[in-house]
Nanobody, 115 residues
């Protein structure tokens, strides 16, 4: 069973915005915190943002003030609104549980920030 399906990536110019969506299986969505992670070329996958069931949020320092994570309980979807994008935000973005479960990695969605 596919647990996470990510979408919404694309090519955007520096300073632009994108909104990523992650559709989550119901059992996972109701079990606890969900996070966005990303992996840039040649780098390790890193945590970017998380949201708890009670909608508390936290962010890696590099995206604070630019990214916003949210969740829609009815749609079982977690969003990542990304503003003021920078070339260093270029990566494949994934969602997963907190802590991450290696069995749950999906295809991810590619975000490319380039002029």
């Amino acid at each position: 069973q596919v647990q996470f399906v990510e979408s919404g990536g694309g090519l955007v110019k520096p300073g632009g915005s994108l909104r990523l969506s992650c559709t989550v299986s119901e059992s996972i969505f109701n079990s606890g915190a969900i996070a966005w992670y990303r992996q840039a070329p040649g780098k390790q996958r890193e945590w970017v943002a998380l949201i708890t069931k009670s909608t508390n949020t936290n962010y890696v320092n590099s995206v604070k003030g630019r990214f916003a994570i949210s969740r829609d309980n009815a749609m079982k979807t977690v969003y990542l609104q990304m503003n003021s994008l920078k070339p260093e935000d270029t990566a494949v973005y994934y969602c997963n549980t907190v802590p991450r479960n290696t069995n749950y990695w999906g295809q991810g969605t590619q975000v490319t920030v380039s002029s």
